[in-house]
């Protein structure tokens, strides 16, 4: 009988273990994938970029409107960027080949709806919509960031750190 008694004892410790192990597991997966659906951050030197533009004339009352294309890859990417005004006129387009965390930077000065457009690789272009209510903002920003997988993201602050 002290033997059964043992036995479940083990038993249940062991379960209880194994319960507290998978557990831990749960939560470091839960913590990954919480991680994995974040947006992605600038590398480190956002004050270097390969290449510079300013679209339309500078306004000491309205700060432009910062548009980044990041490569977050880890491999270089050809790229392509276009910043056609709501009037149908393309007042930017380039190409670029982007080492890993490089990036570009187009200030837009001019209250107008934009569609920026990025090409990457000769693969399907990815379309963002940059409202003209965005020069709202007290220093608007977009950043378009490329992904490993070949897919561009977008995030939009009101307050970014060029003004």
């Known amino acids: 009988m002290l033997d059964n008694t043992m036995q479940r004892r083990s038993l249940l410790a062991g379960a209880a273990a194994s319960s507290a192990a998978l557990a831990g597991c749960l939560s470091l997966a839960e913590s990954a994938a919480a991680q994995d659906d974040s947006e ?88 963002t919509e940059l409202e003209e209510s965005s020069f709202d903002d007290p220093c608007p920003g977009t950043d378009l960031f490329v992904l490993e997988d070949g897919e561009v993201e977008t995030t939009t602050e009101s307050e970014a750190d060029h003004c």
């Open 40 to 127: 992605p951050e600038p590398p480190s030197d956002p004050d270097d970029p390969i290449a510079r533009a300013t679209i339309g004339s500078r306004s000491e009352d309205e700060p432009p409107h910062r548009v980044r294309l990041w490569n977050l890859d880890d491999d270089r990417r050809a790229v392509s960027l276009e910043i056609e005004s709501a009037d149908g006129t393309t007042p930017f387009d380039g190409s670029y080949d982007l080492d890993p965390e490089a990036h570009v930077v187009v200030f837009l000065h001019g209250r107008e709806d934009y569609e920026i457009t990025v090409g990457i690789d000769d693969e399907e272009p990815s379309t």
